[in-house]
């Protein structure tokens, strides 16, 4: 071993971990031969001695019982702060869960904000009969109620909630000529619309308004059949 | 009833992240002594050292959370905080540690009449009171990352690969810093135990 090899490791000697045996070994053997490894050697061990001495004079200097005190103090301190954040967090945490579930009712149980299902409407004459066109009084429609059936609230929700607000009154259904007369019956989707007095005969309405009410939006209910044409209809006021 | 002398370091932080002040105690009974010794070790003011160690644990109290056994163990985390902590010391102080290598002429004198160098191995009186407060000195003026390494492994005692979890380097530089900073540490005292030598010999011929 040379001098230089033995100045990498001679600082490990004391340490189990810095040089491994047959190292140490041979490094050991040069030292007992130079003279320079071995008063470097020397100086060495004098300085870990020596600090090792340091060390334990430190040991005795340890005077930090006065700060227990201090920090018993900041650790209840911390202690309570945390147990303050945990109670409103957890306050946070209902209030959020309780208005979520507040929501959840609000919008299940509020027809408008739940979800519009449309099924096929079938009208029969039983409970629809379907009058005479010529019969019909645009101007002036039935002062009656409209025939609520569930389906028809189901089918019509904003006309449903509407209802609740102010009263509809609705006129019987006119077939219209798409409609076959024949059994009285008709089949299909009730629509709302709105449309002027004059585009009535352009749905096979056989009257029209004239005058400054050809210009007037009439509502009116629609039932559309499979083929998509109009086949009665009914007005709305 | 838990007997928490006999608890591990991570048991204990366990037990002080659930309020338990008793665990928070023991495990600063038991580590206060090698964080007050490095932070000693690291600037030699008691000030700074008290200062510190309140720092490190007050840190504890708050950031428990922080501690994470895969990373390491709580004395290594320990002496992160204290280190974090130092170096902001050391940067908002910048202390000025002087050393000029003499004794002040008042202090152990009893001990300077008695000491006579041994000049084949002129280290070998260092265990003396007068040089070790030498030796402290010279430590002290040692560069930061050599006197880390050398607090860390010889005063402490700390294996290689705890401090370097704590200066956060590879292992292998520790290793340089620490064969450094010695070899600084013995450049030191040399000089000063060979001033020390012609004064005696000045006072000799007087």
Not at chain 1, 53 to 82: G, N, Y
Not at chain 1, 184 to 207: D, N
Not at chain 2, 67 to 76: K, T
Not at chain 2, 188 to 203: G, H, P, Y
Request: hydrophobic share 40%; net charge positive; charged share 25%.
């Amino acid at each position: 071993m040379e001098c230089r090899e033995c100045d990498s490791i001679i600082h490990d000697f004391m340490r189990a971990q810095g040089a491994d045996e047959e190292l140490r070994t041979k490094a050991f053997d040069h030292i007992i031969r130079c003279a320079r490894c071995e008063a470097r050697f020397s100086n060495i061990r004098s300085l870990e001695k020596a600090l090792r001495a340091l060390a334990e004079t430190m040991d005795s200097e340890r005077s930090a019982a006065h700060l227990e005190p201090v920090l018993r103090a900041v650790f209840q301190q911390q202690k309570r702060a945390r147990l303050r954040a945990r109670s409103f967090a957890s306050r946070v945490a209902i209030g959020m869960a309780a208005s979520m579930l507040l929501s959840i009712g609000l919008v299940s149980w509020h027809p408008t904000f739940g979800p519009v299902r449309k099924p096929p409407i079938v009208v029969t004459p039983g409970q629809l009969p379907l009058a005479d066109a010529s019969n019909a009084q645009i101007p002036e429609p039935v002062a009656a109620p409209a025939p609520e059936t569930p389906r028809h609230r189901k089918s019509r929700p904003r006309v449903a909630a509407q209802s609740r607000n102010t009263e509809e009154f609705v006129t019987a259904f006119y077939p219209l000529p798409y409609a076959e007369s024949s059994n009285h019956t008709v089949s299909g989707e009730i629509v709302r619309v709105k449309l002027r007095g004059s585009a009535l005969p352009g749905i096979g309405f056989p009257m029209a308004l004239n005058g400054e009410r050809a210009s007037e939006q009439i509502t009116a209910d629609l039932i559309i059949g499979e083929n998509g044409l109009p086949l009665a209809i009914r007005f709305v006021r | 009833m838990i007997l928490r002398s006999h608890l591990t370091d991570e048991a204990l932080v366990d037990l002080m992240r659930g309020g338990d002040e008793e665990a928070f105690i023991s495990l600063y009974r038991r580590r206060q002594p090698d964080i007050h010794r490095y932070v000693l070790g690291m600037s030699n003011s008691r000030m700074m050292t008290e200062d510190v160690t309140q720092e490190v644990f007050v840190n504890l109290i708050h950031h428990a959370d922080r501690f994470d056994p895969a990373r390491g163990s709580v004395r290594s985390f320990l002496y992160g905080i204290a280190r974090n902590c130092l170096l902001q010391h050391f940067e908002r102080e910048r202390p000025y540690v002087p050393y000029d290598g003499d004794i002040a002429e008042n202090e152990s004198s009893a001990l300077r009449k008695a000491w006579r160098p041994d000049l084949t191995n002129p280290l070998a009186q260092l265990t003396t009171a007068e040089l070790l407060d030498d030796l402290r000195q010279a430590v002290l003026t040692l560069p930061l990352k050599y006197r880390e390494a050398v607090v860390l492994c010889d005063l402490q005692e700390m294996d290689y690969v705890d401090a370097a979890a704590v200066m956060r380097c590879p292992v292998g530089t520790v290793r340089s810093r620490l064969h450094r900073g010695r070899e600084l540490l013995v450049q030191k005292l040399k000089s000063s135990v060979a001033a020390k030598d012609r004064e005696v010999r000045k006072r000799a011929c007087c």
